[in-house]
């Protein structure tokens, strides 16, 4: 293993889950489990990362047991008799592989559209029912509807635990249901769900709560959250570090053990005078583990290959350094290791020149 790895291949431990090492599978989606049940395929995709060192891999958003909860028939669910035994069997090939992994439970809110599939008759969710800043696309959320959700998001933590899942990752980002509670631009509401940005963190410090019920304090729990939204790229939910950690604190307390910080390129500073990125800031704020992500050794962003666009390999020195400075402890991988399923034992065997470049080719198989 290269000296300048090292740091990688560490392991690390929190309550019951202890890794090999720090290199993450970032949760992708692939739209590749018709009827929302993964198949044997899944479970070979999953397995292979597995065996080339990844220490735990975060899987696809899987999707609460409500029917706006997706808006693809092929997203995977985390409910119903059919999705839960797919499940334990990709869980089965992996620990058989020696790896540890987790599901990433997600509900995607107003990003679904009126008359999407599999469930068509179901209109989309949100909690002032905006999809972005003056851009409403159904009634706001019933107090019912709220406390059902969140019973939902507890209901399949729980699964997870019982299918022998090693943690469990909610999906608080990118302008999907839990995002929109967070944002002002999407929460309106003046009632116990709304108001200042303390106040937005309630439905999320809830789901967190509902989880926790259900997996008891020894299970992990991780929590993603961005500052940028698919609905606006420039949008942020705390503009100083004072800021952010006032948003993480009710997070934390209800019992996230791991943040996971979503950015779109790790190396970028979050502040102005601080060189800190996002992850390293939220560890700084909050004491708790976290994960950064974004553009690991490729040298474009995700969005570049929405465009059609490819990115070729670039040095991880910069990650390596934070690692050595104590400021993040997981690096979750997404596009590299998507390419290629032996990112992480080319890097710890210190074969950067053999990691295969991100194309939109590449993109067609998705092995």
């Known amino acids: 293993m290269s000296i300048s790895a090292a740091p990688l291949f560490k392991p690390f431990a929190i309550k019951n889950l202890k890794l090999e090492n720090r290199v993450v ?104 029912g905006l999809f972005k800043p003056g851009v409403k696309v159904v009634e706001p959320m ?83 959250y961005s500052q940028w939204k698919q609905q606006d790229y420039a949008a942020r939910l705390a503009t100083t570090p004072e800021l952010l950690g006032k948003f993480l604190a009710p997070l934390s307390d209800a019992g996230v053990d791991v943040f996971h910080c979503s950015t779109r390129r790790f190396w970028e500073p979050e502040f102005d005078g601080s060189h800190l990125n996002l992850a390293g800031w939220t560890k700084k704020l909050t004491g708790k583990p976290v994960i950064t992500v974004g553009s690991v050794s490729l040298d474009t962003d995700m969005f570049a290959a929405f465009r059609g666009k490819g990115a070729t390999i670039t040095s991880i020195d910069k990650l390596i350094e934070m690692f050595e400075r104590d400021e993040v402890d997981l690096v979750a991988v997404g596009r590299a290791l998507l390419v290629d399923p032996a990112w992480a034992a080319k890097v710890h065997d210190d074969r950067m020149q053999d990691l295969l470049p991100f194309t939109p080719e590449s993109m067609k198989s998705l092995s």
Not at 30 to 45: E, I, K, L, M, T
Not at 76 to 98: C, D, T, Y
Not at 179 to 199: P, V, Y
Request: overall charge neutral.
């Open 25 to 128: 599978m970032a949760p992708m989606t692939r739209s590749f489990a018709p009827g929302g049940v993964p198949g044997a395929d899944v479970a070979a995709y999953y397995r292979r990362r597995a065996e080339n060192k990844v220490g735990l891999i975060i899987t696809e958003g899987t999707v609460i047991d409500h029917p706006a909860s997706t808006n693809d028939p092929r997203v995977p669910h985390i409910h119903g008799e059919a999705a839960l035994s797919g499940w334990a069997k990709v869980v089965a090939e992996v620990h058989a592989a020696g790896g540890r992994i987790m599901p990433q439970i997600w509900h995607v809110g107003t990003v679904r559209k009126m008359g999407d599939k599999p469930n068509p008759e179901a209109p989309p969710i949100g909690p002032s």
């Open 142 to 224: 019933s107090e019912a509807e709220i406390e059902s959700v969140i019973a939902a998001y507890g209901r399949a933590a729980g699964e997870a635990r019982s299918l022998g899942f090693d943690g469990v990752e909610i999906h608080g980002a990118h302008g999907y249901l839990i995002d929109q509670f967070f944002w002002e631009g999407t929460n309106q509401r003046s009632d116990r769900w709304g108001g200042d940005m303390l106040a937005r963190t309630r439905f999320a410090a809830e789901v967190v709560k509902s989880c926790r019920s259900n997996v008891g304090p020894d299970f992990p729990i991780v929590f993603r």
